[in-house]
């Protein structure tokens, strides 16, 4: 018995010692340089800038992942190729996660298909990317996946992407099963089937995905076909653009949509499902979180839930139910707008209707953060700043209009934290914490 639990210690310790973590530039100037170099189980880190080249993980359990979030790391396929690959049987444990990938454009050894990214037979799971700007003559102008692949899919913009035939912003086919969570998909475009998410002969799962603002001549939101029977939950699928036929939701061929517990315009059979208008914060400059007043708002069903946070890292379930779409209504700080030495920016406040915010511009982070009466406290105390900046607004969203100071370097970080309420509250809580990055 003794010799079986040495062995089986050897045999971790085999697998674990020799994981090693690359960083990129420091270590290597590509990040495709850090993938050939990794093995199984390391860890590529990239710091912020932008990398102009086209990656494959060549079938590594590899993590590839930014340093400081998808804003400031970006990768430029440079209209060579799709700027990401997996073609080689990858599985859950090869992550790509938090960057921008973006000017993609898919050329024919891939069969003119994903932009963005490419799959063939492989399931990695693919989180909090922004996936912009690139395009496919054929389908998955953002995102292709074919032949048994099951990917996670979790928590990624998908936005602004073209394909010439099916699914603009995401494209799942023959036979795959993916995990579409937590993402936004919005303002793609398909010159054919599918505007924001296209289906051919799978039964993939979507849940807490926003689908917006999509355009194609078929589905503008949604479409399947071919044996497709995706199942829909806890979703927005709202003002998408069809030429022919329903502009949400459309399927035929032998596609079937089930949907449950989500906000469909023009309605859509199915427990739970819903026809109003989400009540998006801002929708024309894509913001869509959700205000007070939302229908959407704690009408999902917990039991789908499979993601412990929202699309940008708020707690999910944050009440007692979770809302329908990519956002979780709760006690939240963002921006809106490049954080750009003498630019305008929006920082924005979501809270309950009237709650005082005050707001805290720190001098560093503490990592743990300590933890007070109102949540976690992230910045070092005291801060260099700190104001009252107005109420919540009856919607739930307190809007400051501010100008990023011109003595901020570029590269410098700025992290703020709001208090939403009074000090003495019982609704009182802190926000997340939010880091201005400076471009």
């Known amino acids: 018995m003794k010799s079986g639990i040495i062995l089986t210690a050897l045999v971790f310790l085999s697998i674990t010692a020799f994981s090693a973590t690359h960083y990129v530039p420091d270590n290597y100037a590509t990040i495709q340089g850090a993938i050939d170099a990794s093995s199984n189980g390391d860890v590529v880190i990239v710091k912020p800038g932008t990398y102009v080249e086209n990656i494959d993980f060549l079938g590594k359990a590899i993590t590839v992942q930014s340093e400081k979030g998808a804003a400031v790391t970006i990768i430029d396929g440079n209209q060579a190729n799709n700027v990401a690959r997996f073609t080689n049987s990858e599985g859950r444990d090869s992550v790509l996660e938090g960057f921008t990938l ?12 994903g932009g963005g990214i490419y799959l063939d037979s492989s399931s990695p799971s693919i989180l909090r990317n922004i996936v912009f700007g690139n395009y496919a003559p054929n389908d998955g102008g953002g995102i292709y996946t074919k032949d048994v692949s099951s990917p996670a899919i979790v928590g990624n913009h998908v936005i602004n992407n073209i394909c010439d035939d099916r699914g603009g912003g995401i494209y799942i086919s023959s036979y795959s099963t993916a995990e579409v969570v937590n993402n936004l998909i919005v303002s793609n475009l398909s010159n054919n089937e599918g505007g924001g998410v296209g289906f051919h002969e799978s039964t993939p799962t979507l849940v807490n995905n926003t689908i917006s603002h999509n355009i194609a001549n078929l589905g503008g939101g949604l479409m399947a076909k071919g044996s497709s029977n995706p199942l829909v939950v806890n979703s927005i699928i709202w003002d998408n653009t069809a030429y022919i036929g329903y502009s949400e939701i459309y399927s035929w061929n032998g596609g079937i949509v089930t949907a449950k517990y989500s906000d469909i315009r ?8 819903i026809d109003a208008d989400p009540l998006f914060t801002e929708s024309a400059n894509n913001d869509y979180h959700l205000t007070w007043n939302s229908p959407c708002r704690d009408k999902g069903d917990n039991s789908y839930v499979t993601e412990s946070h929202d699309f940008e890292g708020d707690f999910r379930v944050a009440l007692n139910t979770v809302d ?27 809270g309950y209707p009237s709650a005082p915010i005050t707001l805290y511009l720190g001098s560093g982070i503490q990592d743990p953060p300590l933890s007070t009466q109102y949540g976690d406290l992230w910045l070092n105390w005291p801060p260099l700043w700190q104001g009252n900046i ?3 607004q009856s919607n739930g969203v307190l809007v400051f209009s501010a100008t990023v100071p011109t003595s901020w370097m570029s ?12 000090m003495s509250g019982p609704w009182t809580r802190l926000a997340n914490l939010e880091v201005l990055v400076v471009e």
């Not at 023009?266 to 499902?273: E, I, L, Y």
């Not at 956002?327 to 924005?348: M, Q, R």
């Not at 590269?411 to 009074?422: D, H, I, K, M, Y």
């Open 102 to 113: 973006t000017n993609g454009f898919a050329t024919t050894d891939t069969n003119n298909q």
């Open 266 to 273: 023009g309605g859509w059979p199915g427990t739970g499902n």
């Open 324 to 350: 329908m779409g990519a956002d979780e209504y709760y006690y939240h700080l963002y921006h809106v707008g490049d954080v750009i030495p003498g630019s305008p920016i929006d920082i924005k406040v979501v």
């Open 411 to 422: 590269g410098s970080e700025q992290p703020l934290q709001a208090l939403v309420g009074p």
């Open 390 to 392: 107005g109420k919540v």
